[in-house]
């Protein structure tokens, strides 16, 4: 079983920046692929960013070029860093392990 927990979420002035963490436990870590998604009020969960065992990445339209996963094996950890943030951005975003694990979410609002 692997947990993961979120960290980093709050509030943002539009044009702001903010950084996910997401924490899992377990050994298996560096061999799955890990993502990101969100949910808006109202709305369905979205995929947001992803990132392989390899390093390969994708991201949604409405998120690239502003938006950066990345991960840290050495510490279980991935990470989405989020720049110019738009008031449509604000949503709980969670993170996704090996199409498996889910976390808890972390609550991000832009607004001015």
């Known amino acids: 079983q692997v947990q993961l927990v979120e960290s980093g979420g709050g509030l943002v002035q539009p044009g702001g920046s903010l950084t996910l963490s997401c924490a899992a436990s377990?050994?298996?870590?560096?061999?799955?692929?890990v993502g990101w998604y969100r949910q808006a009020p109202g709305k369905e969960r979205e995929f947001v960013a992803r990132?392989?065992?390899?390093?390969?990445?994708n991201y949604a339209d409405s998120v690239k070029g502003r938006f950066t996963i990345s991960r840290d094996n050495a510490k279980n950890t991935a990470y989405l860093q989020m720049n110019k943030l738009k008031p449509e951005d604000t949503a709980v975003y969670y993170c996704?392990?090996?199409?498996?694990?889910w976390g808890q979410g972390t609550q991000v609002t832009v607004s001015s």
């Open positions: 996704e392990f090996a199409y498996t694990y």
């Open positions: 990132m392989t065992a390899g390093g390969v990445t």
């Open positions: 377990g050994s298996i870590f560096s061999s799955k692929t």
